[in-house]
């Protein structure tokens, strides 16, 4: 299924165009959601009315709004799809994508898209079977681009023959396929710490941070879409876990995170620490609503809190596999490096606020996971469910060595 996944669909310029519609819906009904970019001539084929309704989503041509000047921009576009299908695929625009030309939306997007892309060609048998067209698709295909093959059949020109767009039902498949579900995790635990502390200072106030949960949330989806059983204990945000395999445990301060982690730490197999905890609390919380004084400065006096990493890690059982992450702004590896051999993780997961786009609340990452066999490996910046899926990838390996 594509439970939450974002699929950004490319409509370009062939009569196939009109079977959009029912291929957005698959994707739709399989619970992925939709955004659509169309070339300025798809529109003469498949209405954006039609699309939009059917997405519940507006659709996208230009690069800005006549109306008003609002900008759309091709990055955005890029960074929010975990997969970028572009159906029907005409011969100018494989062309184009091979060549790297960019002269409309639906063609900035794949140049700017970190996630994967699928075409779904179609147009008449000869062009096709021309050589430039097979040469344009042995190029896309060299870049990683996925190939829906056409189908042979009836065509718009009234010939018969290879060329056709694969059937909507076809297409959604390969995207579905895509996103299958390993089920390599099953018969484990793993506990989660996502989100961020609140250490509350009085009845209506406290000290806490950016953290949204979507890294820690992303991972919980996908260990649990893997087969394991997922403990995600959660501080205060907004995201929903999903999938029936998690079992949510809500806290607010890092002293309630601490007791439910070490509480469940003893039966998991993987423990994943991807909260960002406080590490002091108020020493005191005042009974009421602390008053303005008139004049002068206040002083909040703050206390340690536990280090629940550290202190999994000093639990930590045989043939358990514990990882964390860190923030950092400076001296990155360096800083990364030092946590995880203090918290005794396997390897940290490295995210830094000096990435475009990465750390707290973007639905983008780029991490770096520095193993503490001495290996280092970069990712490249995408979205935070696939960044999850990169992590729980090497997470298997490693527990397979
Ligand atoms: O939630 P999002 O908006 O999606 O953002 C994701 C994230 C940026 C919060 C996440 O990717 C991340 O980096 N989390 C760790 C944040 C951090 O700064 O950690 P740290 O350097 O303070 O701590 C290092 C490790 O020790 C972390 O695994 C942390 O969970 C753990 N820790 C830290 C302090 C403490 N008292 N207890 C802990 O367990």
Redesign the pocket.
């Known amino acids: 299924m594509l439970n939450g996944k974002h699929i950004l669909l490319g409509i370009t310029g062939g009569i196939a165009a009109y079977k959009c519609a029912a291929l957005a819906r698959l994707l739709v009904k399989k619970g992925a959601e939709v955004k659509v970019v169309m070339t300025p001539i798809a529109r003469q084929f498949v209405t954006p009315l039609t699309m939009a309704t059917v997405t519940k989503n507006p659709i996208v041509v230009d690069f800005f709004d006549p109306e008003n000047g609002a900008w759309n921009s091709h990055v955005s576009l890029g960074m929010w799809a975990d997969l970028y299908l572009i159906a029907p695929a005409t011969a100018n625009s494989i062309g184009k994508m091979a060549h790297g030309v960019a002269d409309n939306l639906l063609l900035t997007s794949y140049l700017s898209a970190k996630c994967p892309v699928f075409i779904a060609p179609a147009m008449d048998l000869d062009m096709y079977a021309h050589p430039t067209t097979t040469r344009n698709l042995e190029t896309l295909k060299a870049d990683g681009v996925h190939i829906v093959e056409p189908e042979s059949g009836f065509l718009a020109s009234g010939l018969e023959g290879k060329g056709r767009m694969a059937e909507p039902e076809t297409i959604a498949e390969a995207v579905d396929a895509f996103f299958e579900e390993k089920q390599d995790l099953a018969g484990k635990t793993v506990v989660i ?5 609140y250490e509350k200072l009085d009845p209506v106030r406290f000290i806490g ?10 991972i919980a989806e996908e260990c649990a879409k893997r087969g394991a059983k997922v403990k995600l204990i959660a501080g205060p ?1 907004s995201v929903k876990a999903v999938h029936e395999n998690i079992e949510r445990i809500d806290v607010e301060s ?1 002293l309630e ?2 007791d439910a ?1 070490v509480r469940l730490a003893n039966d998991a197999d993987i423990i994943v ?7 002091y609390r108020p020493a005191t919380m005042a009974d009421h609503k602390i008053k303005r004084e008139k004049t002068g400065a206040m002083t909040i006096e703050l206390v ?9 890690g000093k639990m930590k059982k045989d043939g358990q596999l514990i ?6 702004t400076n001296d990155e590896q360096f ?2 490096t030092g ?1 995880c051999e203090r ?1 005794n ?1 396997d390897f ?4 830094s606020l000096n990435d475009k786009n ?5 639905d983008t ?1 780029k ?1 770096t996971i520095i193993d503490r066999d001495g290996s280092i490996t970069p990712y490249d910046l995408k979205s ?1 469910v696939l960044v999850a899926k990169d992590i729980i990838d090497y997470t298997i390996k490693k527990l397979n060595k």
């Open positions: 710490t996502a989100g961020p502390t941070n950016y953290s949204s949960g979507k890294m820690g949330f992303a945000v890092a995170m601490r982690a620490l991807s909260a960002a905890v406080a590490d340690p809190n536990p280090d629940i990493a550290a202190e999994l990882f964390g992450f860190a923030l950092e800083n990364a946590k918290k993780f940290i997961v490295l995210n990465a750390g707290f609340r973007y990452n991490v935070k």
